[in-house]
């Protein structure tokens, strides 16, 4: 046999029509870790807007009849923060709740 080492005269002795997507690729993990990054920040963008979406939430209140109201809290809001939005709604009515926490 005859070593080529000049790239004319050199044929190349593999089957262009087998299936090669099985052997590792430099080209393809690239492309494969792009996109991987690119849905990551998708998702995570996604579970962001998620997470700053608004609730509204409604509650009632008893002082001899029942009274519905409701308030719009973003959504991962503590029970605290919920309580004290409620406080300051209800202490136009109630001046008493002014001087109170939401503890």
């Known amino acids: 046999e005859e070593d080529c080492y000049d790239s004319v ?3 190349s002795k593999k089957d262009p029509t087998v299936n090669t997507s099985f052997l590792p690729d ?4 690239m492309e494969q870790e792009e996109r991987k990054r690119k849905l990551e ?11 700053k979406e608004n609730l509204e939430i ?6 001899g009849s029942g009274h519905r109201r409701s308030c719009t809290i973003e959504k991962g809001a503590t029970v605290g923060e919920f309580l004290e939005k409620v406080r300051q709604d209800l202490s136009v009515d109630f001046k008493e709740l002014s001087q109170v926490s939401a503890d």
């Open 58 to 63: 409604t509650y009632s209140y008893w002082d």
């Open 26 to 29: 430099k080209k393809r993990k």
């Open 41 to 51: 920040k998708e998702w995570k963008d996604t579970q962001e807007w998620i997470r």
């Open 9 to 11: 005269t050199c044929v």
